[in-house]
């Protein structure tokens, strides 16, 4: 972490932070520049919070995450604005999913994202492929990298997927776009396999600060929520590696009971020894979607866990309804803005975005 | 050539456009799938004619070639359109120009296009910063080129002449976005050091064929006029070596007078061998910009050169008076259409475009 400019949260970051579950949970286990967040929360001054989706299916368990923090981040400020990138052209570039096929997609993503508790009026919602600001900022940012730097960053690719990295550039340093307001500080909660595209972009950013009066984006970085199988993260490419938020309840079931545990191998041992909920799935996901306001559920779990006072069946049943009916709940919402985000999609496929950022012509 | 699919014009073809003094002079000596655009001329079919400016500079004697090119190919149908592409982003990622000082020079260049008779009415002019289309082409182009392609037909350049490549694959495709009518045929006038960008070009049109329709793009191929020293092509890097459309008499006659001829050492060898017009740089502007309408007198002046009749200082003096007065002739005209031409500029930079493709809603 070090290396790289990370830090984890303080303990005074953390208590500022302390109504959300995910810093409390340590979730949230690094960032860089929060601090610069943080002042713009405390002195009434406006920042950015960004994030995307690739809409090549449903959102689940391990990418809906972000969407907790990106609107949580928003709800922190009313100076807050909160932009969000339909990553259709990395869609295409990575998986061959057309423009179309995306924005069938994306009224599914932008729908949980609504019902997430996104406030719409300081929301910029846009696809990249019709976005011109995103692509004269990626103009922008691709003078001057190299190759080399390309293949360190991303890899040896192909020139969509160069691209692609270039557009998301683009997306990063929208929130400071003329047309949104110009500079400010900008937020983008990520996984740490992000982290690489986000150095990046803040050496760009600094390039063009003399010009452009640019701020480098700060980020924080959570944890990757494990596979249900117990092994890598989840992943779209497996369905019973991850529950979609579009599962319904007898998949649920089944995936959380085929779910990995940090049980031992006979009931008996397990009274003996205790169990080891630090390996288990289904308390990870307990730890990310549950008990948002009841940090002690979590703990008592965690506790009559590791004392072998609870086996791994029980376990899964209470966690398997509380989950079922946060889901519930969540699809109830749903339904409920579903019209308007078919309307938010139309809107910024036909290139008219609906909702306008406070201080922005966009 | 044939390696590369080239076809020098037949007497057919060069009848067809025989009032276009550069067809009757052989300045474009090769082409690519001319037919299909003369197939539709001749059946009254839409298609579009397609150029663009680098805006790091005003147009000189070489550059102003393909606006001639480009004004004749739209002039020649009442079903042509042209598209027009002012090249900002290639401006900042090749020259380092800013968006904004590309904006400025991009009046002097479009004045001049209307200068030469574009008609406004079926004309689309557009920054490549500005127009989202291309960008939506060239992320679709993106998708499977190898970064092996791109360094065989661009060489070890950095990531912002790659996106600078692309973005010029999006505007030869632009005319075929659905937003300006769809697929159809589209010719674009260059010189033969374009040709490896028209075939990629091609490559990706016939790869996108199934889904979009694309017409692979037919071209056309001018011979480069030389610089003014006798040497290599006029370029902006070098001033004498070129004459802007901007330059002032005064400045001209420098020129012309400093200009490299076919002469011999003396006058009296000139008499006794006769010149050599084919490496004469003077006869060259003449021949490019001179007696459209006269090629009598351009045969008259090679004739007379071979011969040993005219020697280079009464022949300068006789072509340098007859480009002045071509040039004051195109200045008057260009003052004229130059508030329009800072309209156009404007809207485009707005992006509100002023002119739309007949059958579009670009």
Same mark, same amino acid.
């Given at each position: 972490?070090?290396?790289?400019?990370?830090?984890?949260?303080?303990?005074?970051?953390?208590?500022?932070?302390?109504?959300?579950?995910?810093?409390?949970?340590?979730?949230?286990?690094?960032?860089?520049?929060?601090?610069?967040?943080?002042? =713009?929360?405390?002195?009434? %001054?406006?920042?950015?919070?960004? #994030?995307?989706?690739?809409?090549? /299916?449903?959102? @689940? +368990? $391990?990418?809906?995450?972000?969407?907790?923090?990106?609107?949580?981040?928003?709800?922190?400020?009313?100076?807050?604005?909160?932009?969000?990138?339909?990553?259709?052209?990395?869609?295409?570039?990575?998986?061959?999913?057309?423009?179309?096929?995306?924005?069938?997609?994306?009224?599914?993503?932008?729908?949980?994202?609504?019902?997430?508790?996104?406030?719409?009026?300081?929301?910029?919602?846009?696809?990249?492929?019709?976005?011109?600001?995103?692509?004269?900022? =990626?103009?922008?940012?691709? %003078?001057?990298?190299?190759?080399? #730097?390309?293949?360190?960053?991303? /890899?040896?690719? @192909? +020139? $969509?997927?160069?691209?692609?990295?270039?557009?998301?550039?683009?997306?990063?340093?929208?929130?400071?776009?003329?047309?949104?307001?110009?500079?400010?500080?900008?937020?983008?909660?990520?996984?740490?396999?992000?982290?690489?595209?986000?150095?990046?972009?803040?050496?760009?950013?600094?390039?063009?600060?003399?010009?452009?009066?640019?701020?480098?984006?700060?980020?924080?970085?959570?944890?990757?929520?494990?596979?249900?199988?117990?092994?890598?993260?989840?992943?779209?490419?497996?369905?019973?590696?991850?529950?979609?938020?579009?599962?319904?309840?007898?998949?649920?079931?089944?995936?959380?009971?085929?779910?990995?545990?940090?049980?031992?191998?006979?009931?008996?041992?397990?009274?003996?020894?205790?169990?080891?909920?630090?390996?288990?799935?289904?308390?990870?996901?307990?730890?990310?979607?549950?008990?948002?306001?009841?940090?002690?559920?979590?703990?008592?779990?965690?506790?009559?866990?590791?004392?072998?006072?609870?086996?791994?069946?029980?376990?899964?049943?209470?966690?398997?309804?509380?989950?079922?009916?946060?889901?519930?709940?969540?699809?109830?919402?749903?339904?409920?803005?579903?019209?308007?985000?078919?309307?938010?999609?139309?809107?910024?496929?036909?290139?008219?975005?609906?909702?306008?950022?406070?201080?922005?012509?966009?």
């Amino acid at each position: 972490m070090e290396q790289f400019g990370l830090s984890g949260p303080t303990k005074e970051q953390v208590e500022f932070f302390q109504d959300a579950p995910f810093f409390r949970r340590r979730i949230i286990f690094a960032h860089r520049d929060l601090d610069v967040i943080i002042d =713009a929360i405390r002195s009434g %001054r406006e920042y950015a919070v960004l #994030t995307g989706i690739k809409p090549t /299916g449903d959102y @689940h +368990m $391990g990418t809906f995450q972000t969407v907790k923090e990106f609107v949580y981040f928003q709800r922190k400020s009313p100076q807050a604005i909160a932009v969000f990138s339909i990553a259709d052209i990395e869609a295409w570039e990575d998986n061959g999913i057309s423009f179309e096929e995306s924005k069938k997609i994306a009224i599914s993503n932008v729908s949980d994202l609504l019902a997430a508790g996104l406030d719409l009026e300081r929301a910029y919602i846009y696809f990249q492929s019709k976005e011109i600001r995103v692509h004269e900022l =990626a103009a922008l940012a691709a %003078r001057g990298i190299t190759l080399a #730097t390309m293949r360190a960053v991303y /890899g040896e690719r @192909h +020139m $969509g997927l160069y691209l692609s990295a270039l557009v998301q550039i683009g997306d990063i340093l929208l929130p400071q776009h003329p047309d949104l307001g110009g500079p400010k500080p900008t937020l983008v909660p990520v996984g740490i396999d992000q982290d690489p595209h986000l150095r990046l972009t803040r050496d760009v950013a600094s390039k063009l600060k003399p010009k452009w009066g640019f701020v480098e984006p700060a980020s924080t970085y959570h944890l990757i929520i494990r596979s249900l199988l117990g092994d890598k993260k989840m992943s779209k490419r497996d369905p019973m590696s991850y529950i979609s938020l579009r599962d319904d309840e007898s998949l649920v079931r089944k995936k959380i009971l085929n779910a990995f545990t940090g049980g031992r191998e006979t009931a008996q041992l397990q009274r003996e020894l205790g169990g080891e909920p630090w390996k288990c799935v289904v308390y990870e996901i307990a730890k990310f979607h549950l008990y948002a306001d009841k940090d002690e559920e979590l703990e008592k779990i965690y506790r009559e866990c590791v004392a072998g006072e609870r086996l791994c069946g029980e376990c899964k049943m209470q966690i398997l309804e509380d989950l079922i009916e946060e889901m519930k709940e969540h699809e109830r919402r749903r339904i409920e803005v579903l019209p308007t985000a078919r309307q938010i999609v139309e809107r910024a496929w036909n290139r008219q975005p609906l909702y306008t950022a406070s201080s922005g012509g966009a």
